[in-house]
């Protein structure tokens, strides 16, 4: 009896990533000694982001200090470096540590909805909450994700903001505008 041979799917495979983007990427990441979250988590997805230029960089080395359940990566508590502490003037510090959403937010704010994980419930095109005016983005919409995802849902939500404001400052010229009735 002979073997029988099954193709694989079309969406199984992938193509080898060669792209210019992909070697330029792989080749500084190689020069300069670099740690990733897509070489350290062996992501099967490393061309898509390497193909359009970009990498997560890890910046303790090949370590990380979050222990996603879905990341291959090693993962440790930090270990202090001696000489390594610094100070930086602010005027504004947004705190934004750990995986979970603060429960202070839903206590404060009990009629913001969340969605089937218990994160905020925001709109993905804009990133606007069941709350008007109210946007949110990164873990607390997500989950656990990257903080380049997390960059992309701030712009997300200024996008949003801005269309929604300059829509409502439209609103009142057209209505400043309006002829009234005698």
């Given amino acids: 009896m002979g073997e029988i041979k099954v193709r694989k799917p079309a969406w199984l495979k992938t193509k080898v990533p060669l792209g210019k983007s992909y070697l330029e990427v792989r080749d500084i990441v190689d020069k300069n000694k670099l740690h990733t979250i897509c070489t350290s988590g062996h992501c099967p997805n490393i061309a898509e982001c390497w193909g359009r230029g970009t990498a997560t960089l890890m910046i303790l080395g090949d370590i990380c200090t979050r222990a996603c359940k879905f990341c291959n990566v090693k993962t440790r508590r930090p270990i202090p470096i001696d000489g390594s502490n610094f100070t930086l003037n602010t005027d504004l510090v947004i705190v934004a540590v750990g995986t979970g ?23 993905p095109e804009t990133n606007e909450t069941s709350k008007e005016f109210v946007y949110a983005g990164g873990d607390i919409v997500t989950g656990s994700a990257t903080v380049i995802e997390a960059m992309g849902a701030g712009r997300i939500a200024a996008r949003g903001m801005h269309k929604k404001l300059t829509a409502l400052r439209n609103k009142k010229k057209k209505k400043a505008k309006a002829p009234t009735k005698a």
């Fill in 101 to 123: 959403p603060n429960p202070i937010i839903f206590q404060s704010t009990p009629d913001l909805k969340r969605n089937k994980w218990g994160y905020i419930d925001a709109n």
